[in-house]
T-cell receptor, first 115, second 111 residues
Framework: GAVVSQHPSRVICKSGTSVKIECRSL??????MFWYRQFPKQSLMLMAT?????????EQGVEKDKFLINHASLTLSTLTVTSAHPEDSSFYIC???????????FGPGTRLTVL | QKEVEQNSGPLSVPEGAIASLNCTYS??????FFWYRQYSGKSPELIMS????GDKEDGRFTAQLNKASQYVSLLIRDSQPSDSATYLC???????????FGKGTHLIIQP
């Protein structure tokens, strides 16, 4: 149980384009989903927290207008990187937790490369 | 500043021995603590969570929490080469929802 999927697993795009990443909880309803970013040889950094039907809460230093998060259902959250630039190249990982517990289950991640 | 500290390693342990991984955290309001394992290029996978002082065992893994000293540790018994990975300590800082991660300890199990 507690399986989280992400799509796509890898994406290469040109600078200035937008990229959408999907995160799905496959066998449970995720009341809260989280988006993390991991640069090479660094640890995961929380970008934002989203609750179904509510606006996402962004961490300090994360531009909400650049990283658009939608959590329209209890099983799907999307992260859109708008006007991507090479410095946005990173490993983006979502996680999800169920109501009543704070354990987070991670998706397999999406490796974004912006040329 | 609220932080989670880990020794980055690498920590080299012979196969079959006990690997001991340590983590300290700065926020006394923290209530939830997790150990994740991350293989190179992959996302973290949950090993175990711990919430109360003392030990919690799950198979070859034992997590230990001491809130007074603000540290949490992970012991891996009968270490196997497949245990070679980066081990991430993660904490839910008081009042937050998301995880604050340490930088991870790179563990190498020598056959």
């Amino acid at each position: 149980g507690a399986v989280v999927s992400q799509h796509p697993s890898r994406v290469i795009c040109k600078s200035g384009t937008s990229v959408k990443i999907e995160c799905r909880s496959l066998d449970f309803q995720a009341t809260t989903m989280f988006w993390y970013r991991q640069f090479p040889k660094q640890s995961l950094m929380l970008m934002a927290t989203s609750n179904e039907g509510s606006k996402a809460t962004y961490e300090q230093g994360v531009e909400k207008d650049k990283f658009l998060i939608n959590h329209a259902s209890l099983t799907l959250s999307t992260l859109t990187v708008t006007s991507a630039h090479p410095e946005d190249s990173s490993f983006y990982i979502c996680s999800a937790s169920t109501g009543g517990t704070d354990t987070q289950y991670f998706g397999p991640g999406t490796r974004l490369t912006v040329l | 500043q609220k932080e989670v500290e880990q020794n980055s390693g690498p920590l080299s342990v012979p196969e079959g021995a006990i690997a001991s991984l340590n983590c300290t955290y700065s926020d006394r309001g923290s209530q939830s603590f997790f150990w994740y394992r991350q293989y190179s290029g992959k996302s973290p996978e949950l090993i175990m969570s711990i919430y109360s002082n003392g030990d919690k065992e799950d198979g070859r893994f034992t997590a230990q929490l001491n809130k007074a000293s603000q540290y949490v540790s992970l012991l891996i018994r009968d270490s196997q080469p497949s245990d070679s990975a980066t081990y991430l300590c993660a904490v839910i800082i008081g009042g937050a929802d998301g995880l604050t991660f340490g930088k991870g300890t790179h563990l190498i199990i020598q056959p």
